[in-house]
């Protein structure tokens, strides 16, 4: 049995690793690796965020909802990270909105995959045909579709 947590513990330290190495201020709440994919859930841990229209700060949190992306592949298995993202009340009476969702620095807004792995897949895909920078793609366990 010490055995088995030994072994939970160096697998969330490694998904916990690879969170830090995206976004320093994200926290593994639960992991998952199976022999294709590993999926991670978290959250982020700063405590307050900075209204993007009027730029007040608030600690209030509103309410969550998930947002799931992709991300670069580890160890050939795909990455999915299921974020716990919140939404802010916003404090300023002024403010022409009244809620917002927290920042995330490392995805484009309504993208459901990281800059990091956009950026790989238009690295291999400059150098190479469609077709061939598909198959390497998926060989990467990289899912793409017709529009990326």
């Known amino acids: 049995m010490k055995e088995h947590a030994e072994a939970t513990k160096r697998i969330y330290d490694r998904l916990q ?14 992991g998952y690796e199976a022999e294709n994919e590993i999926e991670i859930r978290a ?3 700063s405590e307050v965020e900075k209204c993007p229209y009027c730029g007040e700060e608030s600690r209030k949190v509103h309410s969550f909802y998930p947002k799931t ?16 993202r919140r939404i802010f009340s916003c404090n300023n009476p002024e403010c022409s909105q009244k809620r917002f969702s927290e920042s995330i620095d490392f995805i484009e807004p309504k993208r459901k995959r990281t800059r990091r792995l956009e950026d790989h897949i238009l690295r291999i895909s400059v150098h190479m045909s469609s077709l061939s920078a598909e198959k390497v793609l998926k060989a990467e366990k990289i899912g793409i579709s017709n529009t990326l």
């Open 17 to 30: 690793s690879f969170l830090d190495n995206l976004d320093p201020k994200m926290k593994i709440i639960r």
């Open 43 to 45: 959250k982020r841990t």
């Open 69 to 84: 992306f992709e991300d670069l592949p580890v160890q050939g298995k795909k990455v999915t990270i299921v974020l716990e």
